[in-house]
């Protein structure tokens, strides 16, 4: 492996540690599989692709994380407004947020930021040397707020929903708003990844959101499995470091011959087998106790 | 205080399995008051708490609370005022969240939660504090997931989340009912100290007779979603487990003559 595929490998596992930073929040914190990331992180690309072409990348990023907070809290009213089951819920928004996305690329599917100035080539040669660098306290100084964000009392509240739902109610806790501020949030880090992603591959493709969630959840996986959860600093450090390792992950495996268009069966099938691993063992156990 | 006016809550309303969990029922607790309430199974108790607390709706009927109509307010909006507990431990802490961080959750009940540290460090000293008068060495365990505690540590915990800032109401519902008989004890001593130290107005359901007669100032008989009677003053003083079991078996007398004529 060349020090350009290492630095570009890295670069990418720092982008999608900002979509693990999301799906933390909504897989681990409210125990919700959300589908709407698939559609929310290209909403991220699109609008954050668009801004930059218009010379604003920095606003392109801070919208694109407005742009996701909308997706997310359009599911989050789904879901508690009108009681739509969370899977269903998320997969209406991505698909009306396909038709969405295309409306803010302009119709076309796919935009590129070629020779534009992004957020990446503003820091070039300044103190701050090397994109690697600069992506690297995006996601410490992201992964920090969000370790404060969720100590504070909102922050606890928002835990304590997806923990035992029953006694925030009685804790005199909305639940309802809870979901909503939490999806909001998950979705707010998805859109702004994909923002993220766009500006660094100089790219935005309407197609490119396509298994985000199996994508955020092996990382995640792969952080708990091999950095261990801790306490929440440890467990986010451990899902940013989890999303570093499957992208090298991937690379290796491209590298060893893997077909490019193999790799979403690759996630899947990754994802399944770290799912079923604790399953097996609790089978294997039991039949060793009945042998025993 | 409380105020329950004719409370009706019906399931299945309109169906073959139509069922009147709660038939009409009035009650009124004055402030200060510890009251018990016994009856056997489906005699309507936690039916009645969940009403109060906002979990069931009622189908008819009104519940207010100094004076405020509640009849309509939601589950979160009442537990402003409103403490609960239940039968299960797992089911009054969040067992991802640490001792201290349940806590703090509880410690801003009522209020608006902001995106103020939700365990200040004067919170900390708080919260060891009163952990330690639980004398179950919580306190040194502060940063220990709730998951981690025993049923009774977690019970001592929630009955902490339910008092640290006083409620109007207490709403206990057979709260020792899962615990070892030592355990139980204990936790029944607990909730004697703090409700009188607050002079919190409680409504406490149990199967244990004994605790019903020996705890609190009065004592509600329900069957069979109403009030039979509410003993207090020297007629409860009076009231032995005995009577009450023989107030018992005559109510399944009636019950069973019921089911055999087929009404």
């Given amino acids: 492996m060349s020090l350009d595929t290492v630095l570009s490998t890295l670069q990418l596992g720092l982008v999608y540690s900002v979509l693990g930073l999301g799906l933390f929040l909504s897989f681990r914190i409210l125990n919700t599989p959300d589908l709407t990331v698939d559609g929310s992180f290209v909403t991220g690309m699109a609008i954050s692709a668009v801004l930059t072409l218009a010379g604003h990348p920095i606003l392109g990023l801070a919208a694109a994380f407005a742009g996701g907070l909308g997706a997310g809290s359009v599911t989050g009213l789904l879901h508690t407004r009108l009681k739509i089951q969370p899977i269903l819920a998320g997969i209406l928004t991505m698909t009306a947020l396909y038709s969405v996305n295309l409306r803010i690329m302009g119709g076309k599917p796919n935009l590129s930021l070629y020779k534009k100035e992004t957020l990446f080539s503003l820091f070039q040669g300044k103190a701050v040397q090397t994109p690697t660098l600069l992506l690297f306290l995006i996601v410490v100084l992201l992964a920090a707020l969000l370790t404060l964000f969720l100590k504070t009392q909102l922050g606890l509240s928002l835990r304590a929903t997806g923990d035992n739902e029953e006694m925030v109610r009685a804790s005199s806790i909305n639940t309802d708003s809870m979901k909503i501020l939490g999806l909001a949030l998950a979705n707010g880090f998805v859109a702004l990844s994909g923002g993220l992603l766009a500006q660094q591959q100089q790219f935005a493709d309407n197609n490119g959101g396509l298994g985000m969630l199996v994508l955020g959840l092996a990382s995640i996986i792969i952080g708990e499995t091999l950095f261990g959860k801790g306490g929440l600093a440890h467990h986010l450090s451990s899902v940013c470091a989890g999303t570093i390792v499957y992208r090298f992950v991937l690379t290796f495996a491209l590298s060893l011959g893997l077909a490019a268009s193999d790799l979403k069966l690759f996630s899947s099938a990754l994802v399944v087998l770290a799912l079923a691993v604790p399953q097996m063992q609790g089978r294997l156990k039991r039949r060793r106790k009945r042998h025993a | 205080m409380l105020e329950v006016r004719e409370a009706t809550v019906v399931f299945n309303g309109g169906t073959v399995n139509e069922k009147t969990a709660l038939d009409h ?188 007669l020996a705890y609190g100032n009065k004592t509600i008989v329900m069957n069979e979603g109403r009030i039979l009677h509410i003993y207090s003053g020297e007629e409860r003083r009076r009231l032995s487990v005995k009577d009450v079991m023989a107030l018992y078996e005559s109510e399944h007398a009636v019950l069973s003559d019921r089911t055999i004529l087929g009404r």
């Fill in chain 2, 25 to 212: 029922v009035s009650l009124t607790l004055e402030a200060g008051d510890f009251a018990t309430v016994i009856g056997s199974n489906g005699a309507g108790k936690s039916t009645l708490l969940s009403a109060i607390a906002g979990s069931l709706p009622l189908t008819s009927g009104q519940i207010t609370l100094q004076g405020q109509d509640m009849t309509r307010m939601k589950e979160h909006r009442r537990s402003h005022a409103i403490g609960r507990l239940f039968q299960d431990p797992l089911k009054g802490t969040a067992p991802s969240m640490t001792i201290e961080e349940n806590l703090g959750l509880a410690y801003s009940r009522g209020k608006r939660r902001s995106l103020q540290l939700g365990v200040s460090r004067k919170d900390e000293r708080f919260f060891y504090d009163l952990l330690k008068s639980l004398n179950l060495g919580l306190e040194e365990r502060m940063k220990t997931p709730a998951g981690h505690l025993s049923g009774g540590q977690r019970q001592a915990l929630t009955l902490l989340m339910a008092t640290v800032v006083t409620p109007k109401l207490l709403l206990l519902d057979e709260h020792t009912a899962a615990l070892d008989p030592r355990t139980a004890r204990a936790i029944m001593d607990l909730t004697q100290r703090i409700i009188e130290r607050d002079q919190i107005t409680t409504l406490m359901i149990t199967h244990n007779i004994e605790n019903a």
